[in-house]
T-cell receptor, first 113, second 114 residues
Framework: GENVEQHPSTLSVQEGDSAVIKCTYSDSASNYFPWYKQELGKGPQLIIDIRSNVGEKKDQRIAVTLNKTAKHFSLHITETQPEDSAVYFCAASFQTGANNLFFGTGTRLTVIP | GAGVSQSPRYKVAKRGQDVALRCDPISGHVSLFWYQQALGQGPEFLTYFQNEAQLDKSGLPSDRFFAERPEGSVSTLKIQRTQQEDSAVYLC????????????FGPGTRLTVT
């Protein structure tokens, strides 16, 4: 099955700085890559996703890039705010086949005011 | 609109007891997924429904785990004869179509087996 690795496991940034989280995947058939934000005691919240037919997608302060050749994708958060502090998970799946998501191990982001 | 809801939010069971966890997906969502999240880890897939059909149960860890979605909406995950290793957060997610794009998660049920 798919194996997703995520780095770093923890990340601290000053408010206003950028944060980057990186993931690699093993199955070249994977074609859908969502990112989730999970706050304490809550379920994962979908924040952005990308499909394999594009290399980059942006939504306000967040962006995701995908390199299918290298099998890695990254989350970029600009102008970080304290409310961005949470655990972030990347995931990968093969749509039109197995539809379940394979998750990374998470990155705990702390934004220091 | 209403999101995915799960009940109970917390469940404490003694080893050997049976438990039932409920998921109410977003209205009209065809696909429903169950995941298990151990402390400090990412969610791991358990099972997948498309309407009332259970299309994939490859992630269920043992035959003590059973899931159903009889009318294609509400789903129940049942764990028989609970063991300590079953302690985890059980997450339910739904998506609008037959694919797994844009899965929306509920708040989870935290199960503690003592």
């Amino acid at each position: 099955g798919e194996n997703v690795e995520q780095h770093p496991s923890t990340l601290s940034v000053q408010e206003g700085d950028s944060a980057v989280i990186k993931c690699t995947y093993s199955d070249s058939a994977s074609n859908y890559f969502p990112w989730y934000k999970q706050e304490l005691g809550k379920g994962p919240q979908l924040i952005i996703d990308i499909r394999s037919n594009v290399g980059e997608k942006k939504d306000q302060r967040i962006a995701v890039t995908l390199n299918k050749t290298a099998k890695h994708f990254s989350l970029h958060i600009t102008e970080t705010q304290p409310e961005d502090s949470a655990v972030y998970f990347c995931a990968a799946s093969f749509q039109t086949g197995a539809n379940n998501l394979f998750f990374g191990t998470g990155t705990r982001l702390t934004v220091i005011p | 609109g209403a999101g995915v809801s799960q009940s109970p939010r917390y469940k404490v069971a003694k080893r050997g007891q049976d438990v039932a966890l409920r998921c109410d997906p977003i209205s009209g969502h065809v696909s429903l997924f169950w995941y298990q999240q151990a402390l400090g880890q990412g969610p791991e897939f358990l099972t997948y429904f498309q309407n009332e059909a259970q299309l994939d149960k490859s992630g269920l860890p043992s035959d003590r785990f059973f899931a159903e979605r009889p009318e294609g909406s509400v789903s129940t995950l049942k764990i028989q004869r609970t063991q300590q290793e079953d302690s985890a957060v059980y997450l339910c997610a739904s998506s609008v179509g037959q694919s797994g794009y844009e899965q929306y998660f509920g708040p989870g049920t935290r199960l503690t087996v003592t």
